[in-house]
């Protein structure tokens, strides 16, 4: 898969339309969000992840699907199983993100 990027305008339909889905929340003067980039794309390459809709949202852009994840600090990751918030927070840590998705099992 690739991560797509999506707004507040059909965020609801991917969450509902994908079983299970991450979000990197990030800001475009965000440095953490910037070096997160490609781990996030590579871990969406990953076959072992081939179950899960990959999707990035600029938080600044986006008040409704930040305010939806409670998002406080970026880079900001959540999932979401059948459209409901599973878990989340901030971290620039890929082994955290992994331990994230794995809650969608």
Do not use: H
Not at 12 to 36: P, R
Not at 54 to 74: H, M, P, S, W
Not at 77 to 84: P, S
């Amino acid at each position: 898969m690739s991560v797509e990027v999506i707004t507040d305008a059909n965020f609801e339909e991917i969450l509902n339309s994908n079983e299970k889905v991450i979000v990197k929340y990030y800001a475009d003067w965000c440095g953490s969000c910037k070096l997160f980039a490609p781990k996030f794309r590579r871990l969406s390459d990953s076959e072992e992840y081939q179950g899960v809709k990959f999707i990035d949202v600029n938080a600044e852009q986006n008040e409704k699907a930040r305010k939806l994840a409670g998002v406080d600090n970026l880079p900001f990751f959540a999932v979401f199983k059948n459209g409901e918030k599973v878990d989340g927070g901030p971290t620039s840590k890929e082994e955290v993100v992994r331990e994230m998705i794995e809650k969608l099992n």
